[in-house]
Nanobody, 122 residues
């Protein structure tokens, strides 16, 4: 599975961005997907995850209510809609995938894409 994230950019506080992650491979329908981020000098952290059916989602407390993860199996794409952005959301965002036997959001992922930079200015 190969992943390519896009959609990052620079916005002001309160703005919105939508990240996309296109995957290649025939098993996308059975992949749980996740978004992670890493800010300068900090460890990578979980942002959001979605089960392979899209029926289950999880969010970190810091983005809950502001970010929405969704999955389009027909387009082999996972999205992260980010609203009400804050300067502390500034980071490189990574998408990740894991082929799953069961429909839930896993704690770890097998495949990772290159990141896309999100910068939020005050």
């Amino acid at each position: 599975v190969q992943l390519q994230a896009s959609g990052g950019g620079s916005v002001q506080t309160g703005g919105s961005l939508r990240l996309s992650c296109v995957t290649s491979g025939r098993t996308f329908r059975r992949c749980a997907m996740g978004w992670f981020r890493q800010a300068p000098g900090k460890e990578r952290e979980f942002v959001a995850g979605i089960s392979w059916s899209g029926g289950t989602t999880m969010y970190s407390d810091s983005v809950k209510g502001r970010f929405t993860i969704s999955k389009d199996n027909a387009e082999n794409t996972v999205y992260l809609q980010m609203n009400s952005l804050k300067p502390e959301d500034t980071a490189v965002y990574y998408c990740a995938a894991s082929e799953m036997a069961y429909d839930y959001v896993p704690p770890s992922y097998d495949y990772w894409g290159l990141g896309t930079q999100v910068t939020v200015s005050s």
